[in-house]
């Protein structure tokens, strides 16, 4: 419960870069598009500033057009009362633990500090998460945790999300690196993509 406070705090004050790519596949699973940026997050007590550092599609640059549209989607989004309330709380969270089932799935044979455990939600919903994370059992801190929604938004039909933590913070131990991979779409037009992103830099905002 502490660390998933602590990823709390960390949503709200953490600063970081993160580096990714975004992939998307065709009906074979080649690649059929690639996107890649770099964004600097900054924390400040108001608002998350996001800066597009690079941008690219397909190895074209495309930073001063993703910067205009990011202004744009700013803008509406500070006129929307209701933009940005959707987010992800860990299901180890105090607040969220009444919703989830958790179960003991295994100890590590090569460290027995470490334990499997699986979690899912009583009632499935798009902000509650079934999957399994590895935790220090002495530290009381998520190492990797691999989650998907137990209800698909509408045209999605999976969502897979892993997650790495092994960045040490003063905020506690913070996500290093995410991947995820996604299908979904409506009717005869079907898009899958996945993607990976790496986080640095992490820093408390204020």
Known sequence: A???EQFEEMKRRGSFTLSGKME????SGHVDETKELVVR???TPSERV???VKYTVDGSDKTNEERQKAAKRRAEN?????????DIHLPFRASEQPRYIFSF???SATDPTRVLVSFRPIT??????????WIDENAAEILTMGFSPSKNPTFVDHVDITMRFDLATPLGRAPSSIAFDARGGFLVIKKHYRGS??????RVGF
Do not use: N
């Open 78 to 86: 500070k006129s929307d009362t209701k933009a940005g309330k959707r």
């Open 2 to 4: 502490k660390h998933a």
């Open 41 to 43: 997050v900054t924390a």
């Open 124 to 133: 499935p919903a798009e902000d509650a998460f079934k999957g399994s994370a």
């Open 50 to 52: 996001t800066e597009i």
């Open 105 to 107: 799935v295994e100890r």
């Open 197 to 202: 992103a790496t986080i640095s830099e992490p």
């Open 24 to 27: 998307a596949l065709d009906g």
